[in-house]
């Protein structure tokens, strides 16, 4: 699938990374994905950031997760239904974001969409 752009804003050199951009650093051809830490190494992050909140394009779904987390275990997949977050060994399955369109690095947690207590 083709990936639509994905904007990176808040505590890190503010840059919208293009669809053609995201198509360029994909792993393979046949494995239309990249890991969010290669995504990251396009923007100076600052010394403070310790999450990111990761949104939906259409704002209806937020998540915020450790930057750690996701330096570590965050692939963007490019689907049918957009950009598709997973954080492999993420601590919960609600960290897996649809449709991702922007990354924004926080110092703190911010309200997001995930519930206090998870199902899984």
């Known amino acids: 699938m083709q990936p639509h752009s994905i904007r990176i804003t808040g505590l890190a ?13 994909t792993r393979t051809a046949s494995d239309a994905a990249l890991e969010v830490a290669d995504l990251l190494d396009l923007v100076t992050i600052h ?3 310790r999450r990111i909140h990761v949104t939906s ?5 937020s998540a915020s997760i450790p930057l750690e987390a996701m330096v570590r275990g ?12 997973r954080v492999l060994d993420g601590s919960t399955l609600c960290w897996n974001v649809k449709a ?3 990354l924004r690095l ?3 947690r911010e309200p997001d969409s995930v519930p206090e207590r ?3």
Do not use: K, W
């Not at 050199?13 to 650093?25: D, G, K, N, Q, Y």
């Not at 965050?74 to 977050?85: A, K, M, P, Y």
């Open 13 to 25: 050199t503010e840059r919208t990374v293009s669809a053609a951009e995201l198509s360029a650093m």
């Open 47 to 49: 010394p403070e950031a």
């Open 118 to 120: 998870p199902p899984h």
């Open 106 to 108: 926080t110092a703190s």
């Open 74 to 85: 965050g692939v963007i997949s490019f689907e049918q239904d957009g950009n598709r977050l």
């Open 57 to 61: 394009v259409d704002g209806s779904y």
């Open 100 to 102: 991702v369109g922007e």
